[in-house]
Each structure stands twice: as structure tokens, then as C-alpha cells.
């Protein structure tokens, strides 16, 4: 799988905290971010996209605490995802480490726009 396309491929790891979740968030498995992270450790990704799923769509910060410790194990770039509001979950995101995100509901926001130009 990587090895036709290295460094293209992004795994998007879904959790509710560390917990996996699959089909749409609705069910999860027996396995933890921290097993995927090791189980996919020697694969040539080109990141891994972490969203935790207790925290998406409701602009209260994302689990920095468990974003941080996934990017601590893994050695691909981790991309935080889910519940990012401002200019400030962003800069202590960089602060741990993590070098992107995705900005969903506060994208939408003036006030997110302003802080960030």
C-alpha cells in the first residue's frame, strides 16, 4: 500500500478520547490510538490525522493532552482534528508539537478569521 505512493497516504484515526471508532463514529473496536500508532509505525504515511470525536463540532479545544501523547509515539506528523476555536488552541497545538489542523465549525466564524490575519 505505501510503498506505491510514500509519504501521500493519511490515516484518519477517529476515537472518542483513545478509543477507536469506525462506520461513521457508531460503533468502537478494541483498539486504542496508541495500538494503531504502533501498528502502523514502520508504514511510509504521510501523516496521521487525529480527531477525537468527544470534542468535534463543539468549539470547547481539542484533547490537546491525547494529541500530544499520540504524536509522542508515532513517527509520522500528527494533524489535530476536532473542536479547534481559536488562535489559541492552535498556538499551543504548535507549542506540543503539532504542526496542523483542521478547523471545522470555527472556520465559519468572523471572529476566528480576525484572530488569525
Not at 35 to 40: K, L, P, S
Not at 65 to 88: F, M, Q
Request: hydrophobic share 40%; glycine share 10%.
Amino acid at each position: 500500500m505505501t510503498t506505491l505512493y510514500p509519504g501521500k497516504i493519511y490515516l484518519g484515526l477517529d476515537a472518542k478520547k483513545d478509543q477507536v471508532a469506525v462506520n461513521g463514529w457508531t460503533e468502537s473496536v478494541d483498539k486504542t490510538i496508541y495500538d494503531v500508532a504502533e501498528e502502523t509505525a514502520s508504514l511510509a504515511l504521510g501523516g496521521i490525522i487525529y480527531t477525537d470525536i468527544s470534542k468535534d463540532g463543539k468549539m470547547q479545544g481539542p484533547n490537546f493532552e491525547l494529541t500530544e501523547k499520540l504524536a509522542d509515539l508515532t513517527p509520522h506528523p500528527v494533524t489535530a482534528s476536532g473542536g479547534i476555536r481559536s488562535l489559541n488552541d492552535l498556538k499551543r497545538l504548535e507549542t506540543a508539537g503539532i504542526k496542523a489542523a483542521i478547523v471545522g465549525k470555527a472556520a465559519n466564524t468572523e471572529a476566528f478569521w480576525e484572530e488569525i490575519s
